[in-house]
């Protein structure tokens, strides 16, 4: 199969802007040069032919690729560069195998031919390892050169955090989790495997599966029970979540992308990117991106059946799927089917929980089924299409209490993601792409009233509603070598999109009624790779390259922006490399409940609350302003400084060291109602006095236009019924509390990554060793102007701070092991009005795996079986005292969860 890359470009349409029309001449561009390149391709005989090689000594990962260049092939290897070493000086009339050998002369690499055009270079030892349960990737970054193969598809990979295709970002380098790392961890969902990770939060910002439970601000926005990737405790809304490289429409009211739609056995990796990275990917990368690709390549059938359930009781869970792949000589065939499905957890099967008011749900039953397609198809020698689709059916429910009566949650989602693309290959690694998205989520989400007693629901107070989100993009992009520096190879990719956003939400029940808003972005990008210094141009110690990236988005409703990134690395050794990034990022109100608010269409409301006056003496009635307002993009500049080292006389050994400082300006937020906002300092650039209520008054009409509605919130009715105030408390009231969403909060971040990692081989089998920890040193925030700067992290609801995951596995033939800890450090507990420490909570996880070998028609031939307990002790969160904010649970929900040991059977079938 020809080399194909999961392109994170969508397309672009041509419309009367001026973008557009750049764009349209950037497509003409593109073909113009797939035309040239193509004419100038080299023919495969030329890999017989000496010729003049230029390969002085340098790192051995940039020594291929120069040879890559000079010869005219194409290679594929998957070992990262830093493990390299330098290859030795090759200068000289060589034939391209010639020059090679000598290039990997004394390293750990060989090489072979896939086709009389492809060269395939693995480590030596690579051969005698234990194979994974599926065809895959190896257990570390995959990073992969040109590759053009007939009989083998050789998959071109671009790794998250740059657009150069065989290229790793300069800067920190994406935490990559594939196939046997998922499977030994032994966790069901995606956003298990995600939330294990100390770069990532829990539920900051509210965007867990147990949201009844929480406190946070982005709870009432999660109605879909779904959990969203969250990168640095910034909340789910500044990290980017990509499938495949390209965008997936939101969840709920727009806030988060739901990683829970996403089945375990679809995924070939997850790559999380912990940097700013809007100058590569636009909108949303403010803390950094995680990247799921799919499987694309398969070849047989495999069936996996898992059965679980918690020690206590009170949850079950079974799933299943089965893959089947087929390959011919210049394709592929993928379909996997998989089906979950996981009983409800009650708050009174849980002791943190008991004391909720019953009934409440924890976790909401969760079914799910789900379908995977994906295909490619080499039509010519170096054009090749590609195909996939995604297909999810999800029923959630849940119960809870409502004072008096209870509720009901009845949830079904539908999503659908689809891509294509057709992918061209010129001379000398130059790729050219088009690619096509679309991507749809409907949700029907109902909320049902039954008061003390009854069995149907008050309609007048039960709510019934359709969301629809959906997105489609186009573009393209090109990826090559621009020319050469004395130091090396200059590596470029450029590219420009279109993407079209929609929003709707229909409500049936209790009256009819319609939103929807929409808005389209044109965007052009460029990412360049520089090599700087080298062995031929080397002053002082080392190798020096840079990376500089800029993005430009056109938005329909908030206008333009613009984002640079800047990377440089320092290698002094072959075992060291030092390293910096600086960039900048955005993200516009979210086209969902944020880009609704800003709708001037809309009513304004104005709810009247007794609030206590300033000396706090007495209560007085305050107009409380929710409604449409004119939102901002977010910004945010973010640093980062490091190290990797891979000490030579520790060989397997690799350490990392990373720190990271985010100021994220212009935060949308909505300030919080309190009953003592009118003496509370960092409210006070949200309230206004009038000299009268007149004035009051006359101030709102001019700022909504008229369009207004007053209800009384200090009375038992809900409009007017003789509250504290009287019948018409709108004429009482003096105080504006100004509660719309605003662009008004800063907020200062900084930590260190830290990450060990050993690798041994013994035997006929592997050990591998790794411990990754985060430490957050500063989650500083400042609500408004003239607000004070409080220090969240390490508070409830926030980030703990430190937090970290250390994990042994042994891998041989037949047998397979793995122990892992997980570890968050003691905080504050501030919800219960006097602050009070919370416990450290460590948690074990562990699995065991056997797989049988084929003997010859045993129906346990090639089946691996593995036993797999989270939580192995049953360690409960800790607990959290006179949590109000967590409707009476004793836990925090950002930090914890309340689910215990979860006990389960894996059984893999190859047929």
């Given amino acids: 199969m020809k080399a194909w890359s999961s392109s994170t470009t969508p397309m672009k349409s041509s419309s009367a802007s001026a973008i557009s029309k750049q764009i349209a001449r950037s497509w003409l561009a593109f073909v113009a040069l797939g035309v040239l390149l193509a004419a100038a391709s080299p023919a495969a005989s030329d890999a017989l032919l000496k010729r003049s090689f230029y390969l002085p000594s340098q790192p051995l990962a940039e020594a291929i690729a120069a040879w890559a260049v000079q010869s005219g092939l194409q290679y594929v290897w998957a070992i990262e560069p830093m493990t390299l070493g330098r290859a030795p000086e090759v200068i000289g009339e060589f034939t391209p195998t010639e020059a090679l050998g000598r290039v990997l002369e004394g390293s750990r690499l060989t090489y072979s031919f896939v086709d009389a055009r492809t060269v395939a270079i693995e480590s030596k030892s690579e051969r005698k390892r234990p194979k994974s349960s599926r065809e895959g990737p190896l257990r570390r970054p995959l990073l992969v050169g040109r590759g053009n193969g007939k009989n083998e598809f050789v998959e071109r990979i671009t790794v998250t955090g740059t657009h150069i295709r065989g290229a790793s970002p300069i800067?920190?380098?994406?935490?990559?989790?594939d196939e046997v790392e998922i499977r030994q961890s032994g966790y069901t969902t995606t956003e298990q495997i995600l939330q294990a990770l100390p770069q990532l939060a829990r539920g900051a910002g509210g965007e867990s599966a147990d949201v009844r439970m929480s406190g946070a601000a982005g709870a009432s926005n999660n109605i879909t029970f779904g959990t969203g990737a969250n990168v640095r405790g910034l909340g789910a809304r500044a990290t980017l979540t990509l499938v495949n490289g390209h965008r997936v429409a939101p969840s709920g009211k727009g806030a988060i992308t739901d990683m829970s739609l996403i089945p375990l056995d679809t995924i070939e990796r997850v790559e999380v990117f912990a940097d700013g990275a809007s100058a590569l990917y636009g909108a949303d990368a403010i803390a950094g991106v995680v990247n799921f690709i799919l499987k694309q390549d398969f070849k047989g059938?495999?069936?996996?059946?898992?059965?679980?359930?918690?020690?206590?009781?009170?949850?079950?869970?079974?799933?299943?799927?089965?893959?089947?792949?087929t390959k011919w000589e210049r394709g592929s065939l993928l379909a996997i089917a998989s089906y979950l499905n996981q009983s409800r957890l009650s708050a009174d099967e849980r002791s943190r929980t008991s004391n909720v008011t019953s009934p409440e749900t924890i976790y909401p039953s969760n079914e799910h089924l789900a379908l995977h397609l994906?295909?490619?198809?080499?039509?010519?020698?170096?054009?090749?299409?590609?195909?996939?689709?995604?297909?999810?059916?999800?029923?959630?429910?849940?119960?809870?209490?409502?004072?008096?009566?209870?509720?009901?949650?009845?949830?079904?989602?539908?999503?659908?993601?689809?891509?294509?693309?057709?992918?061209?290959?010129?001379?000398?690694?130059?790729?050219?792409?088009?690619?096509?998205?679309?991507?749809?989520?409907?949700?029907?989400?109902?909320?049902?009233?039954?008061?003390?007693?009854?069995?149907?629901?008050?309609?007048?107070?039960?709510?019934?509603?359709?969301?629809?989100?959906?997105?489609?993009?186009?573009g393209a992009s090109a990826t090559g070598t621009v020319g050469s520096l004395p130091a090396g190879a200059i590596r470029l990719a450029l590219g420009a999109e279109h993407r079209s956003e929609s929003y709707i939400r229909a409500l049936r029940k209790p009256l009819a009624a319609r939103q929807d808003v929409a808005r389209s972005v044109d965007s052009a990008y460029l990412d360049l790779r520089l090599p700087l210094i080298g062995t031929t141009n080397r002053i002082g110690g080392g190798d020096v390259s840079v990376s500089l990236a800029g993005r430009y988005d056109a938005y329909s409703d908030v206008g333009s922006n613009f984002n640079p990134k800047f990377g440089v690395s320092w290698m002094p050794t072959s075992g060291l490399e030092v390293r910096g990034s600086y960039s900048h990022s955005f993200r516009p109100p979210t086209t969902g409940f944020e880009l609704m608010s800003t709708a001037r269409d809309t009513d304004a409301l104005v709810s009247i609350y007794s609030f206590k006056s300033v000396d706090g003496r007495e209560n007085v009635p305050v107009a409380f302003l929710t409604g449409p307002r004119a939102l901002r993009p977010e910004r945010a500049r973010h640093w980062t400084a490091g190290m990797t080292?891979?000490?030579?006389?520790?060989?397997?050994?690799?350490?990392?060291?990373?720190?990271?400082?985010?100021?994220?300006?212009?935060?949308?937020?909505?300030?919080?109602?309190?009953?003592?906002?009118?003496s509370n300092p960092d409210l006070q650039s949200f309230i206004k006095r009038y000299a009268s209520a007149a004035e009051l008054q006359t101030s709102l009409t001019r700022e909504t236009g008229g369009r207004l509605v007053y209800v009384d919130k200090t009375g038992p009715g809900p409009k007017f019924e003789g509250g504290a105030f009287?019948?018409?408390?709108?004429?009482?009231?003096?105080?504006?509390?100004?509660?719309?969403?605003?662009?008004?909060?800063?907020?200062?971040?900084?930590?260190?990554?830290?990450?060990?990692h050993y690798f041994k081989e013994v035997g006929a089998g592997e050990i591998d060793l790794m411990l990754e920890a985060n430490y957050i040193h500063a989650l500083k925030m400042v609500l408004a102007p003239g607000a004070r700067s409080m220090d969240l992290v390490g508070t409830t609801g926030n980030p703990a701070g430190p937090k970290l995951r250390a994990s042994g596995a042994y891998n041989g033939e037949r047998w397979s092991a793995v122990l892992a800890m997980n570890f968050i450090d003691e905080y504050t507990n501030t919800y219960a009005g006097v602050d009070s420490r919370v416990d450290p909570y460590a948690t074990v996880d562990a699995q065991i795996s056997y797989t049988f070998a084929k003997a010859g028609g045993r129906a346990v031939d090639d089946v691996t079986v593995s036993l797999s307990i989270t939580n192995l002790f049953n360690e409960p969160p800790p607990y959290l005292a006179g949590s109000t904010a967590t409707r009476g649970a004793n836990y925090d929900t950002a930090n914890a969860d309340a689910l215990g040991r979860l006990i389960a059977i894996d059984v893999v079938k190859r047929w």
């Fill in 171 to 177: 800067g920190p380098s994406p935490r990559t989790m």
């Fill in 301 to 325: 059938s495999e069936s996996h059946l898992r059965y679980g359930f918690t020690a206590p009781s009170g949850r079950a869970e079974l799933s299943g799927s089965h893959t089947f792949g």
């Fill in 374 to 474: 994906a295909g490619r198809h080499q039509v010519e020698e170096s054009v090749t299409i590609k195909a996939d689709i995604q297909q999810a059916h999800v029923e959630r429910f849940a119960v809870g209490s409502l004072m008096p009566g209870r509720l009901e949650f009845p949830l079904r989602i539908d999503r659908t993601d689809a891509s294509a693309g057709v992918h061209y290959e010129g001379i000398q690694g130059w790729d050219i792409a088009l690619n096509g998205h679309l991507s749809r989520e409907d949700t029907d989400f109902s909320f049902f009233y039954f008061p003390p007693g009854a069995s149907t629901e008050d309609i007048g107070r039960s709510e019934v509603q359709h969301l629809r989100q959906a997105q489609w993009s186009t």
């Fill in 645 to 678: 080292l891979r000490p030579v006389s520790m060989q397997g050994w690799r350490f990392d060291a990373t720190y990271y400082a985010i100021a994220y300006t212009k935060r949308i937020v909505r300030p919080p109602l309190d009953a003592n906002a009118l």
């Fill in 726 to 756: 009287g019948l018409n408390p709108q004429d009482l009231a003096q105080y504006l509390f100004d509660a719309r969403l605003a662009n008004s909060a800063v907020v200062h971040t900084s930590g260190i990554d830290i990450g060990v």
